[in-house]
Structures are given as C-alpha cells and as structure tokens.
C-alpha cells in the first residue's frame, strides 16, 4: 500500500531538488533553504491541476535559488579572503556516477562561481539534468531562443576553465592516501611527489578561522607549508573521506575541523582547496542525499 508522503511528488523528488539548489548555489545550508521553500509554495498551490509536478517542483526551486543567488552575490562582495563552496560528504557510489559526480564536484563548482545567476541556472539545468528548453524558458523568465544562446555561452565559459579528469577512482585513492599520510608526517619530499609542478592551493576561512587568503602555487611552497602541518598539530586526526564524489579529507585539529577537496590528474594532486569557515562544515556530519532523478 503506498502512503501518503511516498505519493506525494515533492516527497519522491526531493533530493533532486535538493541537487538541483545546491548545484546553482554552492552552499548545502543555502540549498536546504531553498527546498524548504519549495516545499511551502508546492503546499498552497491546486496539486490536482499540476500536468507535470516534476518540471512545477524544479521551476520553483529554480526560481527560489535564483533569488538567493542574487542576495548571496552581495553577500560574498564583503566576504573575507577566498570563497569556496560548501563541500557535503556523499557516498561512495556516487563516484561510480561519473556524471554525477562531476556535476558536484569542488573543481566545477568554483568554475560555476565565475557565471552570473541566469547562466549558472541554464547551465545547470540543460547540461547537468538535460531539462528541456522551453522548460527552463519557463523557470528563468526567459524565451526558448534566449535560453539556447545563454546555454551555449555558458557551456563555452566553463569548458574553457573546467579541469578534465580523466582517472579511475582507485588511482585517486592511491594518489590521495599518499598525500595524507605525508601530511601527517611532515614529510616533506613525500608531499612533493604527491603534487603537481604547477599546483594551486586554495583556503576558505572567511575571516573566522585561520587560513591563507590568496591562491598558493607551486609543488614547493605548498609542499613545504603543508609539511609544517604535523609540527603544529601534532594531534589532529585525518580522516580519508568522500567529498563532492571524490577523495578527500577531514582534518580534526584539536577541534577545528577542516575539509579538503583535492583535485588529481596525470597521477599528481592539480588543486587542493581547503575549507575551514565553521559555518560550511555543517554538512560533513551525514551523507548528502543527491539525484539527477531523470
């Protein structure tokens, strides 16, 4: 017998609104917000009248998430240091959806960054969930003919900047364990052959916790500041985990916790982003939920 919640079309589709918010916002918390307020106009409208709920559920949440990016632009205008996006702990086999996996990954997510909030919308809704174009006309306010240009350009803009990786999840492990474990050691000629010549490091403190404010690059001055890490914190607990569909890490350093997102390709760690900013691991304490849902 099937109950009530499980017919109900918002109850069926959640995580992929829950997907779909996060991947226009960058932010789990912004996200769930976002789909709570889903939930609240899908409440008060004639449910009996909706053709379609799936497409109904997505344009409201792609509508609410666009309002939020709107405010949370301002917002970030005043933030301090760099901004990354929030990282959620997902299972494992959300890596065994390559797609997936890519669409939420950390390297994406900061491309997606650089778009304004319709072509982050179009972006996310034609080439990560494949929505029709007149259904995401109808979502963004927008005529079919607009949403195709818009498309393209973003397609062009984040192709242009988007890290291709093209490794299995067991090589990542590999590269990713020996990265950590020179962390936690200090060992210094082990975190250099772990990273890439021409790695880039990046940190969200966002003026709360402790971290570097501009992008390090370069395998020896990330390296080597990486391997005081185990002078300072000779205590902390690293914690292999996934992060966003990949190999990353949980730091407990007395307390303060800290995730990382590593990026891995030609068998060398490209990119390491680091998020330390309190308020963005709130996330790290459950398995996030995802679905493209088609």
Known sequence: MTSRDDADPFVAHRNLLFTVAYEML?????????VQETWLRWADVDQAQVHDPRAYLVRIVTRQSLNRLRTLARRREDYVGEWLPEPLLTAPDVAEDVELAES??????????????????????????????????????????????????????????????DVDRGEQQAVVGRFLAA????????????????????????????????????????????????????????????????????????????????????????RILAIRNPAKLTALDAVAALSRDR
Request: charged content about 20%.
């Open 26 to 34: 960058g932010s789990a918390a912004d996200a769930e917000d976002v």
């Open 104 to 165: 939420v990954s950390m390297a994406l997510l900061t491309v997606l960054e650089t778009l304004g909030p319709t072509e982050r919308a179009v972006f996310v809704l034609r080439e990560v969930f494949e929505t029709p174009y007149d259904e995401i006309a109808a979502a963004v306010g927008k005529s079919p003919a607009a949403v195709r240009q818009i498309a393209t350009r973003a397609r062009n803009h984040v192709a242009a900047r988007r890290p291709r990786v």
């Open 183 to 270: 962390v936690q050691t200090g060992d210094l000629q082990g975190l250099l052959d772990a990273l890439a010549p021409d790695v880039v490091m990046l940190a969200d403190g966002g003026g709360v916790a402790q971290a570097i404010r501009k992008p390090l690059r370069g395998a020896e001055p990330v390296a080597r500041l990486l391997a005081q890490f185990a002078a300072f914190a000779p205590n902390s607990v690293i914690e292999p985990v996934w992060l966003n569909g990949s190999p990353g890490a949980r730091i407990d350093a007395d307390g303060e916790l800290t995730a990382v997102s590593l990026v891995v390709e030609g068998g060398r760690i490209t």
